[in-house]
């Protein structure tokens, strides 16, 4: 499975766009990226998945580059309750669906 | 409203005395999977299902097992917990990927165990 890195921790203002970028370097053909969002004391959430270019839902937006080592989850406008640790994760069903954490970028939004 | 529960939220044990988690799911998923989640750290596979088929991930110690009775049921049994062992236990559930893609993992509010 993929290892993943991301910033340990990012602050933000309320109203701000938030960029979390995680790095994949040995990213396999048929990975997935995604993210999943935890707040304390409960299960993770999924946000989003992508697999190249950009795909964007209700809630952020993902932006992967063309050689799919990184990828960017992108937050509009942070309020307070998107305080949380955001998790980036790679891999496919072929492999058995283990999904392995990594350590999460803390994220902390002030008013 | 469909949803993965988890009972209890909390469970006191005692050093070495067995205890059993429960995972149900309305959802009708065919994999489901326990996690591990110990105080600021990232959830930690222990292993899945997929339907009946049981996967044990490589470094879950011997002492967590699971039992999946059914498709809505899922059980983790820790034979004889260690202070170690105290941890948010996480269950999920998924649809099976469709090819590469991997389906959106669903988490129930977890177990929080703590082991006197």
Redesign the interface.
Known sequence: LAKTTQPISMDSYEGQEVNITCSHNNIAT???I?W?QQFP??????II?GYKTKVTNEVASLFIPADRKSSTLSLPRVSLSDTAVY?CLV????S?????????TSLLVTP | DAMVIQNPRYQVTQFGKPVTLSCSQTLNHNVMYWYQQKSSQAPKLLFHYYDKDFNNEADTPDNFQSRRPNTSFCFLDIRSPGLGDAAMYLCATSREGSGSFLNEQFFGPGTRLTVL
């Open positions: 048929n990975d997935y995604t999943y004391s409960q299960g993770p959430r999924f998945q998790y891999g496919d069903s072929n058995g669906y283990a999904l392995n954490f990594g350590k999460g």
